[in-house]
């Protein structure tokens, strides 16, 4: 009892003050730096507290770390992809919830919701919307829809719908292996003529780029 005296009221009611930053993102669908949007969680407080990302459509993002802690005074980045970019989704109104609580305790001490949306492209503003539209528009941002949890399966789900490693970086990957297979320059004894030798230096540069592009392929 004396531990929960020490605690602040808004900790004690359940109403515990989230601070994030930005409470809105807008993702646009031909640019594809926008697809990947970064939401930094604040904890001003003097205990730590562990997060969840809940979402109202959640196959349409990936949530990195959907879950973790943040230490008293400190900040946390939250990186969520859209990965459903289609023109049904323009203007569809999703929303984030980010639930905080102790770290001993289940129950959430606070929340705080985030809207994102999908526009065709930054430079186009969007259009002004017909009064039904704009009414459903408001449902969509305030309204109580029903949360679900961004889970592991989901995250993994993602990778497939990324694309995986382009042709190029395949390409590039095997003229590197190629290269390193190859005669080194000086070598007397070789089939391969003298002209497909390559030099030490030339085969590093080539081990060097392939260790690149390895690790492109696995963050895909």
């Known amino acids: 009892m004396q ?26 669908a031909d640019e594809q730096s926008s697809h990947k949007q970064v939401l930094t969680l604040y904890n001003p407080y003097e205990f730590a507290l562990k997060f969840k990302v809940l979402c109202t459509a959640p196959n349409k993002y990936t949530v990195v770390d959907a879950t973790g802690a943040v230490r008293p005074q400190c900040c946390v980045d939250i990186v969520i992809r859209h990965r459903d970019v289609r023109a049904c989704h323009y203007g569809v109104y999703d929303k984030f919830r980010l639930q905080v609580s102790e770290q001993s305790q289940r129950k959430a001490l606070g929340r705080k919701e985030v809207t994102a949306t999908l526009r065709p492209s930054a430079s186009q503003e969007p259009p002004s919307p017909r009064p039904q539209d704009e009414e459903r528009r408001i449902t969509e941002q305030f309204g109580d829809g029903e949360f ?25 990957g095997l003229m590197c292996m190629a290269a390193l297979m190859l005669p080194t320059l000086g070598e007397q004894e070789s ?8 030099s030490i230096n030339k085969k ?14 696995l963050r895909t």
Request: charged share 10%.
């Open 3 to 28: 531990q929960q005296q020490h605690r602040p009221p808004g900790l004690v009611e359940g109403r515990l003050p989230v601070f994030v930053f930005p409470t809105e993102l807008v993702f646009y």
């Open 148 to 172: 679900f949890e961004q889970t592991a399966f989901q995250t993994a789900e993602s990778r497939p719908v990324a694309g995986g490693p382009s042709l190029l970086t395949v390409l590039l």
């Open 191 to 198: 089939t391969v003529p003298v002209y497909l030798h390559l």
């Open 204 to 217: 590093l540069v080539a081990a060097y780029v392939l260790g690149l592009l390895t690790m492109v392929i």
